[in-house]
């Protein structure tokens, strides 16, 4: 079956149907960790099919990334480069990277076997490890290649205990060369381009095809340490009671209206709220709480850590408490270029499908590559916005409607930018 651009859906139905055999059967849904033997399994599987569709010098490079080459007319030139991941979260979905990845290795099958030899080389990579691990940091391919996995990094311990650089080398990569291998500078790629699934309903929603990807949302996490006082739950009367937990649940409706009433893309998840007690006759001395906030507004998110001191110690003073308020920077908002942006919406157009701007509130590996080229990223629509678990479903028209955009904005960079 042929659709959109000519493009065979029997070969993609053959991919998608040979990876999801790399599955964990301890896990419902498609479960592919990193370090898991389904994703090593499947990794050794990804080397030959890079070869099957045409790509050289294929090799897993020192970051534990799968990369390929399709040759262009001038062998120096800056390279093209599509990229995305092929492990899943635990109980995932079969199409949250994979389509980026499956889809790019049609794009180089489809470019080499249409006769014309593109101007530049076009890589190909399936990025090491994109998803949540154990060891809290996520994109270890992708962040290594741009140079940011340090050797602290490396001693991230998981809850069993085991160090992050023990867990590479059982998996057969060398973690000194993880953080000390040659990366690429910035400028040294001509441009970045990601096929991915929304994750979100806004083009579901719309029925429009494509998302064009305005920005990569921007990540803080937070910790509130909540100090009341411990009292007597039957004894303590409720006008004179110091109650942390209260204080850390308001805290959290406070968070929740601080995202609702931005002007643009912005959320705030409170994943967590602790007692740090089990007595049930104790008023809750103690507690801790754990969210995240994230947004494509550099200004909402840079005030962020000013905004919610105030908010969130209004909520603590109401309750009798002091608040503690710990910080972290996951990552900065990652803009994708404006140039790249008007070739996806040119390449949707021509090709005779919607679009639209949409922000990424998910991480990518095309965060990490914007110190390297100029990024930009095709979405297309998941069902009701559904991911990261089994029911994470995109159809297969809509994968074909990526693939020929990301092929066409491929052609079309190569085109214009000499
Ligand atoms: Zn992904």
Wanted: hydrophobic letters at 40%; charged letters at 25%.
């Amino acid at each position: 079956m042929e659709t959109i651009d000519g493009i065979s859906t029997g070969r993609i139905d053959r991919l998608f149907a040979d990876i999801e055999a790399f599955v964990d059967p301890a896990f419902d849904g498609w479960t592919r960790t990193v370090f898991s033997p389904a994703y090593k399994a499947e990794r050794s599987w990804m080397v030959e099919e890079f070869k099957r569709a045409g790509l050289e010098d294929v090799h897993t490079d020192d970051f534990g990334n799968i990369v390929g080459i399709l040759p262009g007319r001038h062998s120096t030139a800056k390279p093209i480069v599509l990229g995305s991941h092929t492990d899943t979260v635990e109980r995932g979905g079969r199409f949250d990277g994979i389509v980026g990845v499956l889809g790019a290795l049609e794009v180089a099958q489809r470019i080499k076997e249409s006769g014309s030899v593109l101007n530049r080389p076009l890589m190909v990579i399936d990025f090491f490890g994109e998803e949540a691990n154990p060891f809290g940091l996520t994109c270890l391919g992708s962040r290594a290649l741009a140079g940011s996995l340090t050797v602290k990094d490396l001693e991230r311990v998981s809850p069993e205990g085991k160090r992050l650089g023990d867990a590479m080398q059982s998996f057969g990569l060398d973690p000194s060369r993880a953080v000390s291998g040659k990366h690429p500078v910035r400028g040294s790629w001509h441009a970045y381009l990601e096929l991915h699934i929304e994750q979100s309903s806004t083009l579901d929603q719309t029925g429009c095809n494509i998302g064009v990807v305005s920005a990569t949302a921007g990540i803080k996490r937070l910790v509130g340490r909540y100090m009341g006082q411990y009292d007597h739950a039957g004894g303590a009367r409720m006008k004179s009671r110091k109650d942390a937990l209260l204080a850390a649940a308001s805290s959290a409706l406070a968070l929740h209206e601080f995202a609702c009433g931005s002007p643009e893309y912005a959320v705030a998840t409170t994943t967590h709220i602790d007692s740090l007690q089990l007595a049930q006759n104790v008023v809750p001395g103690r507690s801790e709480l754990r969210a995240e906030l994230r947004s494509t507004d550099s200004a909402w998110f840079g005030a962020i850590e000013k905004d919610l001191a105030l908010r969130l110690s209004m909520r603590a003073t109401e309750f009798g408490c002091e608040l503690d308020l710990e910080w972290s920077l996951d990552n900065e908002i990652a803009h994708t270029d404006a140039t790249l942006q008007e070739t996806i919406a040119a390449a949707s157009t021509i090709l005779g499908l919607s679009w639209t701007a949409v922000p990424s509130g998910a991480t990518h590996d095309s965060v990490h590559m914007t110190g390297i080229a100029p990024m930009g990223m095709i979405f297309i629509p998941s069902i009701d916005g559904r991911s990261h678990c089994p029911e994470e479903f995109t159809p297969k028209k809509d994968i074909i409607n990526g693939i020929a955009v990301l092929e066409k904005s491929v052609r079309l960079v190569d085109e214009s930018r000499p």
